[in-house]
């Protein structure tokens, strides 16, 4: 995600900024930066880990000017070092940037700007910016140095694409501060004598209230007695201030009571900034030809926790997929059992964090068996990523909340994306069904904003059923994991029993712990086995179960004759149903919470990430 802030104003920029970057620090932690105008020359300090490293730097250094930016990073290109933090300069170092999100296609205007004898001094993405605008100082007029940076910031936005916000200094401009939104967040934050821009409000919530909102598209040139926001096509619009009520720790959390509702909200964008990295060649990720691929026997997924029941979606996607063998296992239990050897194993480790000891052990194990190794991870520089071969990135930004549920259907998304992509290269899917089935892939954010608009309808369910002693979820096949998953978010967050099983399985013992109001939750998209759902509706409604269907519109009718209440979600294809069935469970574990006093983002007993075996 990454965090921005600038300062113009009359005062040394340095301490607005570093108080800023921490405030910002939830969106991105792995190193920090600052660039700060000083006598007509730029003064930039960097460092490895949280934005205290970097207090400490500029301390030593001790930049002094009142007009700088400042940078939170959370790798997206590269890793996390001091040269890949932010700020990021041009050639002639006059120039740097601040950038928050992904420049899809700056590989390609890498190579351009280097064949132009430009260097390069970092891996990321951010530095083709301040190259970029470097560039195309030389290739546009304007009155004045303010007028030709504009030009140039606007010049560079038309040939970079992806979602990005970011921040620009001018050695030649002081007391200018030039921000960019498309699609990544950037607010202005109006002061006295001051003005800042910056990723998220929290940033500047201290010292103003007064918050100009950009749209994508937009550029906002801040000076010290005013802010200037032009629209894409360049001519200066009237943006009307927004009064900001919130308090700085609600702030932080978007305006949301915790990042656990945050997140779940987040879902749409994740989903979204995942996809985007999903359209490369998995085959270069894994550092695999076709041959190879084609040759691939067997995968075994290792994971703990969500990201397992991650792992077990994935299975029913690459064997549908891609015909290919899988085993899914706890990794906890993949280190201490007997796993055969077999040559042609692709190995799949799962984290979110990336520094699961129990993952990185049985990834060792993999190797040590002499498969390849593929991490899905959302930490980039992560022992995990460090450990595997290969990783593919789910780019959902840090997850705070302890209880996982963006980078749960984030890692859905990716096991989806290389299912259909092995499918693909192993010849299991024509060219013809790839398509349609990643075409439905890239609808799945907008069926994602739908899903997320009806905290409502569970938030008013809860009401009902909040006290209840146990909960069940049911859910066949690909929607079997879902109501792991499920339970496990109640438990979690609630420290309520829950427990999920396979619907078919229910008649084998577990229905006798169903009772007279046992809240039973069925996930039964109107699909293939829909009928079956409505059987075990009806069997655990006959022991007194008080029956919950999560169905799409055209289950609706037949699901509310055999439900107590029926909770809807869009409706997507079979194989992507998951990711949108398991939103109105996080949902229902968040407010049965809330109902019940539980401290959500930090359940007792829990850590964030499991560092121990
Ligand atoms: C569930 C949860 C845990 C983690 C598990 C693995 O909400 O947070 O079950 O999913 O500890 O963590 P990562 O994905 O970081 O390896």
């Known amino acids: 995600m990454c965090g921005i802030i600038g300062y113009v104003g009359n005062n040394n920029s340095v301490p607005y900024i570093i108080d800023g970057l921490k405030k910002l620090e939830y969106r991105g932690y792995d190193s920090a930066g600052v660039s700060i105008l000083q006598n007509g020359r730029l003064v ?5 880990g949280k934005v205290a490293e970097l207090e400490k730097a500029a301390l030593l250094a001790n930049p002094k000017g009142s007009t700088g930016i400042g940078h939170t990073r959370w790798a997206t290109h590269g890793k996390p070092s001091e040269e890949n933090s932010h700020p990021h300069t041009d050639c002639t170092g006059d120039i740097v940037v601040v950038h928050n999100g992904i420049i899809e296609n700056y590989l390609i205007l890498r190579d351009k700007l280097k064949s132009l004898g430009h260097q390069f001094k970092s891996e990321t993405d951010t530095e083709v910016i301040a190259h970029l605008i470097e560039e195309n100082l030389k290739h546009v007029s304007g009155k004045n140095d303010a007028d030709l940076l504009i030009k140039a910031v606007q010049k560079t936005n038309a040939e970079i694409s992806g979602a990005f916000a970011y921040g620009v200094l001018w050695a030649r401009t002081p007391g200018l501060l030039v921000g960019v939104k498309n699609q990544s967040p950037m607010v202005v934050g109006l002061g006295e004598n001051e003005n800042f821009l910056a990723s998220d409000v929290p940033a500047f919530l201290k010292h103003t209230n007064k918050v100009l909102f950009l749209e994508d598209g937009e550029i906002a040139v801040l000076r010290v007695d005013g802010v200037t926001v032009l629209d894409k096509a360049g001519k200066a619009k009237k943006v009307k201030p927004v009064k900001i009520s919130w308090d700085q720790q609600t702030a932080e959390k978007g305006g949301y009571p915790h990042f656990m509702l945050k997140e779940i909200y987040d879902q749409p964008q994740a989903i979204e900034d995942t996809l985007r990295t999903a359209r490369t060649d998995f085959g270069k990720i894994l550092g695999l030809n076709t041959e190879a691929l084609r040759g691939l026997q067997n995968i075994h997924i290792i994971a703990c926790g969500t990201a397992y029941h991650a792992g077990l979606v994935g299975k029913y996607y690459i064997e549908q997929f891609a015909g290919i063998p899988v085993s899914v296992d706890l990794a906890s239990e993949y280190k201490y059992r007997t796993v055969p050897h077999r040559v042609d194993t692709l190995a799949i480790a799962i984290s979110q964090s990336g520094e699961t000891a129990d993952t990185i052990g049985a990834v060792k194990k993999a190797k040590s068996l002499g498969f390849r190794t593929l991490a899905i991870c959302n930490v980039l520089g992560s022992t995990l990523t460090r450990t595997c071969d290969s990783t593919f990135f789910t780019h959902c930004g840090p997850e705070i909340s302890v209880a996982s549920t963006k980078a749960f259907t984030s890692q859905i998304t990716s096991m989806y994306a290389l299912a259909i992509f092995l499918g693909n290269a192993n010849g299991n899917l024509s060219q013809n069904v790839f398509d349609k089935l990643y075409k439905e892939l890239m609808a799945l954010p ?9 905290e409502y309808t569970v938030r008013h369910l809860t009401r009902k059923i909040y006290k209840a002693d146990r909960f069940i979820f049911l859910g066949r096949n690909v929607n079997f994991p879902i109501a792991l998953e499920g339970a496990l978010k ?3 967050v609630s420290y309520r029993s829950a427990e999920g099983f396979a619907a078919g399985e229910i008649k084998h013992g577990p229905i006798s712990i169903i009772d007279k109001g046992t809240p ?5 998209p109107h ?7 409505l059987s075990a509706c009806q069997e655990c409604r006959a022991r007194g179960a008080f029956v919950v ?5 055209d289950g609706e009718k037949q699901a509310k004759d055999v439900a107590d209440k029926v909770l809807l979600v869009p409706q997507a294809s079979e194989f992507l149903q998951p ?5 109105p469970l996080q949902f229902l574990a968040y407010w049965i919470a809330k109902r019940l006093g539980c401290d959500i983002d930090q359940p007792r007993n829990l850590a964030k990430s499991v560092t121990v075996e």
């Open 44 to 48: 930039t300090v960097r460092a490895v």
């Open 520 to 524: 039973v939750f069925m996930l039964m």
């Open 549 to 553: 269907a999560i169905t799409t519109p």
């Open 527 to 533: 699909d293939s086995l829909f009928e079956k759902m």
């Open 446 to 454: 907008k069926a994602m904003s739908e899903v997320v608009k009806d």
């Open 490 to 492: 109640l438990k979690e």
């Open 579 to 583: 990711a949108l069935n398991v939103v």
